[in-house]
């Protein structure tokens, strides 16, 4: 072997792994240079660079003192599960990467109480046989486990057997305290649907075309109609997995594990992120954002803005009133019922319900007449003829219902704008009795002067 083998790095190393535990080289320095056995090979063993083989047991002595110490422990179960959260916080902490102190008291004997639902105190006394691996300090100070190979044991089944911890069990029981107790879970909720939703955004889709603000504070907060800043006030209880910086950068999920759990309903339950749900939220808040003037181009087309922002707004604001989006209180809406619910507001409170009725069957039967026919069939002068009503007033109804209908001077045929609103008036289902009966329109349409009468009549 080299005299400078194995480096110094690898000696830091395995310095690093004994944390100043004696046994620790006793245990290990025996196994790797044992004469039958090639030192390289098991020296990556023991710096998990190789599997260990079948039958081979580099950790014997170790693994008989720590079985000893946690066998012998008067809790053996309530110990495992407190140190299961330990070392499951331990490594969330170290993957947010945040400034010291960020997460002072996070694993202190009250915290650490308080997640697990124990009394005060007991934290303290299932621990107390463990002063050898643990240092409890007191209540104001986070515990500490001692050696790092002791973390290493419970974690490889095949060394701790029935002491070892799953990891990942640790995990989703911190996540689900973490999300499911909270006041602001539902909120949270849908930050995360559409957090997880704008990770699959393609570049160059979003506010002012940019995918560096696809998730942003106030992208999301826009999305859920919630007020500006209200997700950096409420992040500071989720920090462990999720980094909430500039009102205009992206949201991080900072786990990996953390966006599986979320998508991996048997794991999550109640807490699980169904994304089907946060597009229908996200393409039904693109045209309330354009409609409410939010800056940007929305992802989702949807009808002009300026023309029918201001009642579509009010219709809006009365059919789901609060601070909240709809889907907030009722995640199962879907798109197509909140815009029916919508229409059905513009419709029913208007004074003229009765008149735009009618002036929609004739517009709606009008797009079917050719226009070497008849080139302005829908036009004001042309269903105020049809219906015996005064121009005037047909244009007036027009021009109050602008967020629906599309129309001119007298003689410019009206149009519908949205063609989910044509589908709504024409599926007696979803309008009911709003619902366009394109016979009757028909009938009258027969029923009233010829089209010759009515044009000699405008000659006048």
């Known amino acids: 072997m080299p005299l400078d083998w194995p480096g110094e790095d690898v000696v830091d190393q395995l310095v690093d792994k004994a ?13 790797i240079m044992f004469e039958y056995h090639s030192p390289e090979e098991r020296l990556a ?27 012998n422990a008067t809790r053996g179960g309530d110990i495992l599960q407190i140190l299961a959260l330990l070392i499951s916080i331990n490594q969330l902490v170290s993957t947010a990467n945040a400034p010291a102190g960020t997460f002072a008291h996070l694993c202190s004997p009250p915290k650490l109480g308080e997640i697990l639902g124990l009394k005060r105190g007991e934290v303290r006394r299932c621990l107390r046989d463990m002063h050898s691996v643990i240092n409890i300090g007191d209540d104001n100070h986070d515990i500490r486990v001692y050696h790092k190979s002791f973390s290493d044991f419970l974690l490889d089944p095949s060394r701790s057997k029935e002491f070892a911890i799953d990891l990942q069990a640790a995990h989703d029981f911190l996540y689900s305290h973490l999300v499911g107790t909270s006041q602001d879970r539902d909120t949270i909720l849908q930050v995360l649907r559409q957090v997880m939703l704008a990770e699959g955004i393609p570049p ?6 940019s995918r560096a603000n696809t998730s942003s504070p106030r992208r999301v ?3 859920l109609g919630l007020e500006s800043g209200h997700i950096a006030r409420i992040a500071a209880d989720f920090r462990l997995v999720l980094h909430v910086g500039h009102p205009k950068q992206d949201i991080k999920i900072l786990d990996p ?20 749900n946060a597009r229908f939220t996200l393409q039904f808040a693109a045209p309330i954002r354009e409609l409410f003037g939010a800056r940007g181009t929305c992802i989702m087309p949807s009808i002009p803005a300026l023309r029918m922002k201001p009642l579509f707004q009010s219709a809006f604001s009365a059919v789901f009133p609060g601070p909240l989006m709809p889907w907030s209180n009722n995640p199962s809406l879907k798109l197509q019922d909140m815009y029916d619910q919508v229409y059905s507001h513009l419709i029913s409170s208007s004074q003229h319900r009765d008149t735009i009725l009618q002036i ?18 829908s036009s004001p002068k042309q269903i105020a003829a049809i219906l015996g009503l005064e121009c005037d007033l047909v244009m007036e109804i027009a021009a109050e219902f602008r967020s629906l209908l599309a129309s001119g001077n007298e003689n410019t045929n ?6 989910s609103f044509l589908e709504f008036l024409l599926d007696s289902s979803r309008s009911q009795e709003l619902y ?12 009233a002067p010829t089209l010759r009468t009515i044009v000699e009549t405008e000659r006048m």
Request: glycine share 8%; aromatic share 8%; no cysteine.
């Open 257 to 276: 594990n953390f966006r599986d759990f979320l998508f991996d309903r048997s794991r999550s339950k109640e807490l699980y992120v169904d994304l089907n």
């Open 414 to 419: 009206i149009k519908i704008r949205q063609v």
């Open 221 to 223: 907060e826009a999305i």
């Open 204 to 209: 160059g889709v979003g506010i002012v075309g």
């Open 19 to 31: 944390s100043g535990q004696f046994i620790y080289a006793t245990t290990v320095m025996p196994y």
């Open 436 to 447: 366009i009966d394109v016979d009757g329109a028909l009938h009258i349409l027969q029923h």
């Open 45 to 71: 063993i023991i710096r998990g660079l190789l599997e260990t083989p079948p039958g081979d047991k580099p950790y014997l002595n170790l693994d008989e003192l720590y079985t000893h110490i946690v066998r």
């Open 360 to 377: 929609l069957g004739q517009v709606i039967i009008a797009k079917d007449i050719p226009r070497h026919v008849d080139p302005i069939a």
